[in-house]
Antibody, heavy 122, light 111 residues
Framework: EVQLVQSGAEVKKPGESLKISCKGSGYSFTSYWIGWVRQMPGKGLEWMGTIYPGDSDTRYSPSFQGQVTISADESISTAYLQWSSLKASDIAMYYC???????????????WGQGTLVTVSS | QSVLTQPPSASGTPGQRVTISCSGSSSNIGSNPVNWYQQLPGTAPKLLIYSNNQRPSGVPDRFSGSKSGTSASLAISGLQSEDEADYYCAAWDDSLNGPGVFGGGTKLTVL
């Protein structure tokens, strides 16, 4: 069974760093792109970026380039999303999702993690 | 402002058929498959339609998708109360060199 399990909710102060995780199981972790999606409170989904764990090829959406870092450790089948200095505007639910392979999949996100809620407050 | 444009809301009564539109451009919908996601309140999104009109295993055939040019639509027939959710379209965007884009989402209310 394919599963993506994300790390738990975080409460941080402005300016602090943070790294959240997404552990895949039940499939070949290195063979599928993993995407990160932001959902701010009461708002829609935003595609932040994607990584291919097999070679760490990473692509960022323009809005998130330079704001976050996406990485992966194939040895433990885990993808990461990290911030070096959090801001209040980073308050959101963050989802990881596996991207289907090939054009026939529509490059769709076929499996999703449960989400990690990040709260930033002084 | 989202790259893909959806109406913010839609509604229907049980048993009705409703459609949700998604408008994009030549770099996304015009040249790539469209996917649709359903997000029930308080839960993670779920893949509903992939590659324009394909349903993943377990998705009822009441849900269907179509695409024409730079627009796509999601149709829900035989509307049920449990269909009340947010619906998002998404597509790969060739101008971004990798990540895709989502629509702003449509909140469906079952009256």
């Amino acid at each position: 069974e394919v599963q993506l399990v994300q790390s738990g909710a975080e409460v941080k102060k402005p300016g602090e760093s943070l790294k959240i995780s997404c552990k895949g199981s039940g499939y070949s972790f290195t063979s599928y792109w993993i995407g990160w999606v932001r959902q701010m409170p009461g708002k829609g989904l935003e595609w932040m970026g994607t990584i291919y764990p097999g070679d760490s090829d990473t692509r960022y959406s323009p809005s998130f380039q330079g704001q976050v870092t996406i990485s992966a450790d194939e040895s433990i089948s885990t993808a990461y999303l990290q911030w070096s200095s959090l801001k209040a505007s980073d308050i959101a639910m963050y989802y990881c999702a596996r991207q289907g392979r090939g054009y026939s999949s529509g490059y769709s996100f076929d499996y999703w993690g449960q989400g990690t809620l990040v709260t930033v407050s002084s | 402002q989202s790259v893909l444009t959806q109406p913010p809301s839609a509604s229907g009564t049980p048993g009705q058929r409703v459609t949700i539109s998604c408008s994009g451009s030549s770099s996304n919908i015009g040249s790539n498959p469209v996917n649709w996601y359903q997000q029930l309140p308080g839960t993670a999104p779920k893949l509903l339609i992939y590659s324009n009109n394909q349903r993943p295993s377990g998705v009822p055939d009441r849900f269907s998708g179509s695409k024409s040019g730079t627009s796509a639509s999601l149709a829900i027939s035989g509307l049920q109360s449990e269909d009340e959710a947010d619906y998002y379209c998404a597509a790969w965007d060739d101008s971004l060199n990798g990540p895709g884009v989502f629509g702003g989402g449509t909140k469906l209310t079952v009256l």
